[in-house]
Structures are given as structure tokens and as C-alpha cells.
């Protein structure tokens, strides 16, 4: 099985919605004609806007709808005719990896992203941002490696002693989907930090970021990531006290979920977790009794250089 993780889908999992939404958004009223939201997409260059009453949100009007308008000879008249309410967007804290997923579930080509505390509208995120931030981020990560800002010996290299590990725990909050995400980005700087080499920190940090994102999305009470570093190894515990699963094997197959709908609605719950973490991994194992919880652990193997 290739376990190899790419750069960018390192990114993916690292960066988050408001780092790479559009910030200067272009917006419409409900009173606004399909007339000048012709005109509006044209100059800009744009396939879709969002539509605000008194500063908020209420829904966002497309290409489609304006071909839609075009065809029934309705140019003249409102937005709010023609607009398509109840619009799904995106929150600025999410990661992207969640956005691409809610792409390619809706098929959308773009989403207004709010702020969660608030509901604001602070930016709108496309695919096209998604790749120019992606581009970006690389073009970040070449420079620091140019300056050499990065670890080149491993820290267990320097230490003399029969046995020796490092123990690192974090606490994850069921549904904190604000901090979603946090846990393995601390987890993937300190294993930066000791040395750990590139190719295996990018399958660390997919594999982590899934563990973590499923204590947020199923662990009813929250959970816990805990993390040995050993001198040849790196073992991952993912432990919850939540509904536990009923069928492990069904489990471990891709699509399948027991997510309910509004996490899916968010991107969240495809199904992929566990398939990504497998993947990434050298071993995993999975261990859940219903009504008690779930025990995930992960090994990875310290022998790789690339």
C-alpha cells in the first residue's frame, strides 16, 4: 500500500478557510436588479455573489441564476426574485481539507465563508483560492527550507540510555469544531522540533488531524490523544468514552459513517477517516465496545528517508 503523503495534502490538513478565502467580497442587496448583477459579474470577472440585508447574510446569487433570469426575460427584475436562499457556507476557522470535501460533496463553485461566533460574512473561498493558497504556503515552506530553518538530526541521536521516549497528551472536546485540528498541529511542531524527518511528519499530520477530527465529531464526552515518541517509533492513542461502534470492520470501510446529517451538512463525516489513517500508518489497530468507547491506536515507524 503507498503511504506516501504529499506536500500539499500535508497543506490541505494545515491551513485553514479564513487563510485563503477572498477577503474583499463583492456583494449585492435583495433590491439590486439581475440587470446590474449582469454587469457585476462581467467586470469582475465573477460567477456568483453573496447577497446581504442590513450586513447579513441571506443567500447569494449565481451565473446559473442570471442565465435562468436571461431565458425567462426577467432582467429587470430583483435579486431577491431570483437569488437561491438558505445558502451553505463555510465558517473561517474550518480546514481546508473539510472545504474540498464540501466541494466535491455539493458540486458548488463557490461558498461565502462567516464567522462562526457572529455569522458575519467575512471573505467567500472558491477552488481557485483554495490552489493560489496552496501555492502560496509552498512557496512559504521553500523559502524556510532555503534558509535552512529546519531540523536536519534526530533528537534521539543524542541521547544515551537503555530506553527513552517522550510522552505527549492532548484533551479533545466533542463538537469543538473551533479548535478541531489544534492537537495535531501542536503534535506535528513538536515532532518538527525533534527532528523527525519530513515524509514521515506528513503522514503523521493526516493521520493525527483524522484521529483528533473524530473524537470532535463522535466522542459524545470528548476524548484524548496521547503520543510516545520513541527513538524508532511513534505510537498514537485515540481514546474516547463515547457510544463506541457497533460493526469495526464496517467501520473501517471507505464511505461508510454514522455521522448524522448536520455534520455532514459541514463537511464532516464522509466516511474517510479511518481509510486516510490506515494509509498513512504502518499499523493501526481498533479496538470499541458500544456504550463503553474506542480505543485507536496508531504506530509509525521512524526507519524512513527520503
Known amino acids: 500500500m503507498d503511504k506516501d503523503v504529499s506536500k500539499i495534502q500535508e497543506i490541505f490538513y494545515e491551513l485553514r ?7 474583499d467580497v463583492i456583494t449585492v442587496t435583495p433590491q439590486t436588479s439581475m440587470r446590474e448583477v449582469q454587469d457585476i459579474l462581467r467586470e469582475h470577472y465573477i460567477s456568483g455573489t453573496p447577497v446581504l440585508e442590513d450586513g447579513r447574510l441571506i443567500g447569494i446569487v449565481s451565473l ?54 457572529s455569522g458575519k460574512l467575512i471573505g467567500i473561498l472558491t477552488q481557485g483560492d483554495i490552489v493560489k493558497g496552496t501555492l502560496l504556503q509552498l512557496d512559504v515552506d521553500y523559502r524556510q527550507r532555503e534558509a535552512g530553518n529546519h531540523y536536519e538530526q534526530h533528537f534521539f541521536q543524542d541521547i544515551l540510555s537503555e530506553e527513552t521516549s517522550i510522552i505527549l497528551r ?18 506535528k511542531r513538536s515532532l518538527q522540533n ?10 503523521v499530520a493526516v493521520a493525527t488531524y483524522e484521529a483528533e477530527m ?11 490523544l496521547r503520543a510516545e515518541v ?21 467501520a473501517m470501510r471507505p464511505g461508510y459513517s454514522t455521522a448524522p446529517e448536520w455534520i455532514r ?5 464522509a466516511g474517510m477517516g479511518l481509510g486516510n489513517i490506515q494509509r498513512c500508518a504502518d499499523e493501526t489497530s481498533l479496538q470499541s465496545e458500544v456504550g463503553k468507547g474506542t480505543h485507536l491506536r496508531i504506530v509509525f515507524h521512524l526507519t524512513e528517508r527520503k
Open 230 to 250: 520513541r527513538a524508532d517509533s511513534i505510537h498514537i492513542d485515540a481514546c474516547d468514552e463515547g457510544p463506541g461502534i457497533s460493526d469495526v470492520d464496517q
Open 170 to 187: 492532548y484533551t479533545i472536546q466533542s463538537h469543538d469544531f473551533v479548535h478541531g485540528g489544534e492537537a495535531s498541529s501542536q503534535f
Open 265 to 269: 451538512e459541514m463537511g464532516f463525516g
Open 64 to 117: 446559473m441564476d442570471l442565465i435562468q433570469t436571461l431565458e425567462a426575460r426577467k432582467i429587470d427584475g430583483l435579486v431577491a426574485d431570483h437569488m437561491t436562499y438558505n445558502v451553505e457556507t463555510l465558517c473561517g476557522d474550518e480546514r481546508v481539507i473539510s472545504a474540498i470535501a464540501k466541494f466535491q460533496q455539493t458540486g458548488y463553485g463557490r461558498f461565502p465563508v462567516v464567522d462562526r461566533g
Open 214 to 224: 473524530n473524537l470532535v465529531l463522535h466522542a459524545t464526552a470528548g476524548g484524548t
Open 194 to 203: 525533534l527532528g523527525i524527518h519530513p515524509s514521515i511528519l506528513r503522514r
Open 17 to 23: 478557510v479564513a487563510e485563503v478565502m477572498t477577503r
